[in-house]
């Protein structure tokens, strides 16, 4: 018997999603969970386990092709009846006939059987590679049809990438006397654009900035990462503002809420599940630390630093980016001092952290070289008004000019 999987949502109402790599091919037997496939939606990317065990007969969508939830994507053979001549995608038409099935269980890395380079043979006339390879050219924004091939099957190899990479720039081709690039707008960057038009006309923002003077925060971040306690953490600034947002948030919780327009309500959160934007090969995205309010300092530090290294490796998953309440965003990673940042999408503020710089500064009446840094904080006027806001913003720079207080409310 021959059973469709039919792609499934793969979280919260998502309609469609990117097949980016096929990790079996027609005539591979498989097995239960072993992971099929990658797809690509607008939030992350996402491993496709098998809900069947069989052999497969048919691949029924093309790499790089978008694909609606509920269309059929592979047809696999449970042995119970003869095998047909494999089918071609060409030769099927998916029908959208409802959801699919989803895998009882997480997908088993172990049971992946990706195509070796000289098995891999494209649905379409795609170029020949490895899912590595596939993966490494997302990441780099590079279009494999591009790059010569040098591999034994005329497949593209690792070295290819960086032979292409490394050389030496070309001309870009004029279109109509113009030097133009044209980047097809897909993916994360394609959902972050409509969430933050989305935000910008539909909460009506309202941004304020204070400027901290964090020589103390600075010092105490030197003092802590000579402590036995920190040492194999990364102990950086952003950690104690993080800590100074979740223990201002419990005296101003109007900032941890969301506006339901469905059922006419304020939504005020009892937990907090902290956002942190991060930019990514993929686009800007903002995976978030799932109950925050209840981490200690030192699991606040390796949860943030284990947060940005799943999203720079490309890793985060749709469960990370669901539920945020409150967002930060860090802005002086790059040397930027200030911004005005929109809100996440369902969330009633962002904070904002700039560049920390010495400069001179009034201090105990006299001028002095301090370590300073300019705060900002957006937030929803329809949920929080100016003294709330105001408040909020005060209390943060507070901690943070006197990071004892926040050591003993922690």
Known sequence: MTKSFLLPDLGEGLTEAELITWLVKVGDTIELNQVIAE??????????PSPYAGVVTALRAQEGTTVEVG?????????????????QEEERVPVLVGYGVAGEGPSRRGNRRAAAPETVKPVSD??????PVRFVARQEGIDLAE???????????RD???????????????????????????????????????????????????TVDVTPTV?????????????????????????????????NPSLNSEWDEQNQEIVTKGYVNLGIAAATPRGLMVPNIKDAHKLGLKDLAQSL???????????????DLADGTITITNVGVFGVDSG?????????????????????????????????????????????????GSRFLSDIASLLSDPLNLVALS
Not at 147 to 157: K, L
Not at 173 to 178: D, E, N, R, S
Request: charged share 25%; net charge negative; hydrophobic share 40%.
């Open 71 to 87: 269309t059929a994507i592979i047809d696999i053979a449970d042995g119970s009846e003869p095998l047909k001549e494999p089918v």
């Open 219 to 251: 010092e105490l971040l030197e003092k802590l990462r000579g402590t036995k306690h920190f040492r194999d953490v990364r102990l950086t600034p952003l950690a104690l503002v993080a800590k100074a947002l979740l223990v201002a948030l419990r005296s």
């Open 340 to 388: 005005t940042p929109i809100l996440n999408p369902g969330e009633a503020a962002i904070l904002c952290f700039g560049a920390i710089r010495r400069q001179p500064w009034e201090f105990e009446g006299e001028i002095a070289l301090r370590s300073m840094t300019t705060l900002s904080l957006s937030f929803d006027h329809r949920l929080v008004d100016g003294e709330q």
């Open 39 to 48: 797809v690509e939606t607008a939030k992350a990317s996402v491993e496709l």
């Open 147 to 157: 790059v010569p091939a040098s591999g034994t099957h005329g497949e593209v190899t």
């Open 160 to 210: 290819d990438i960086a032979s292409y990479m490394a050389r030496d720039e070309e001309p870009v081709a004029l279109v109509h006397g113009k030097d133009e690039t044209r980047t097809p707008i897909k993916g994360v960057r394609k959902h972050t654009a409509a969430a933050m038009v989305s935000s910008a006309f539909t909460a009506p923002h309202v941004t304020e900035f204070i």
């Open 126 to 131: 795609k170029p020949l590679a490895s899912p």
């Open 305 to 319: 630093v284990d947060l940005t290294a799943t999203a720079k490796e490309g890793k985060t998953g749709p469960a």
